[in-house]
């Protein structure tokens, strides 16, 4: 009997063990290298041996390990895919045209390119070098931001609620809105030109200047140094004349119990009223020489009499009004052929010594 070879027995243990784990007849080893984007797999048969290489090209429009995108011509650094089959993304450095500004590629978000990939602007919340301030949605104009990233300031022209009363963007402090940014008011110091004609900024009514900011005058009802009384009327036959004085005979003004006034200002008669402001009246006890009278019928009239009719003086025998004073009745007369009227009065060479009509005696005229 022939024995079997040994090596032979090995050869046949090591196919049946084979031929449990794969296909009968079917004998495979495989290896594999892997790179980037090639892959080769070799396959070995008991009849033939065949070796296939698969390699992801970007471009081709096909998505393939390790490719994150594949849009073929389109691809571009400015895309969604980018050259190199990579997604585009805030941060990589590579603009996305349509969808990001800029992109510096660092996660710095107070520079020139925020961490959004959008160009900086007011009203973003991030406040850059050119703006003022930034407070976002809050922005303004009658914030303390306004919307142009600026602060608010009084003169800008923007009413700073709840700070500002008014704001008309110049530097006229004499308008409606002052440069403090108040609105105009008497007694704020600035004179509102066209509305008031002073404004000292105190509360002292009396002082030049009221406290309705206008200039104190007789007749505005605010009693002033040197007037006596002021009812801010124009009447003059009131407790208060419109010369702020109080009412009194010589005025010019008739008041309450006055007949006449001529306003000269004096105790003092005139042909048309007495000092007293009555009216001139023969008979009523008093003289008044300016409206003609020389004497009155209650008065003895120092040598002579009074005709009491016409308030004209006569004088007796040897008498005569040689001081020209018919109050001071009849002077003694020293007559002479030279004198006249009685008198020992000369008179001036341009004079005539003449009776005066309605007189009783004569006078150089």
Known sequence: MRRTSPALLWSAALALASACFTDPGVLETSGSTSTTSTTTTTTTTADESTSTTSSAVCGDGQVEDPEECDDGDANADDATCTSQCTLSRCGDGVVLAGAEDCDDGNDIDDDDCPNDCLLSQCGDGLQQPLEECDNGPENAPTAACTD?????????????????ECDDGNQSDGDACTNLCTAAVCGDGVIHLGVEACDDGNAVDDDGCSNACQLVTCGDGMLQEGEECDDGNDVNTDDCTTLCKAPVCGDG?????????????????????????????????????AAGEECEIEYMVPGGFCNPNTCKMFCSLNRGDCDDDPLNGCEASFASETTCGGCAIVCDPDQQCVKPQNSSFYKCL
């Open 148 to 164: 142009a990233c600026k602060l608010a300031v009084c003169g800008d022209g923007l009413v700073f609620a709840g700070v500002e």
């Open 253 to 289: 003004f008739v008041q309450d119990g006055e007949l006449c006034d001529d306003g000269n200002g004096s105790p003092k008669d005139t042909a048309s009223c007495d000092v007293d402001c009555t009216l001139p009246l023969c008979g009523d006890g008093y003289v008044n020489v």
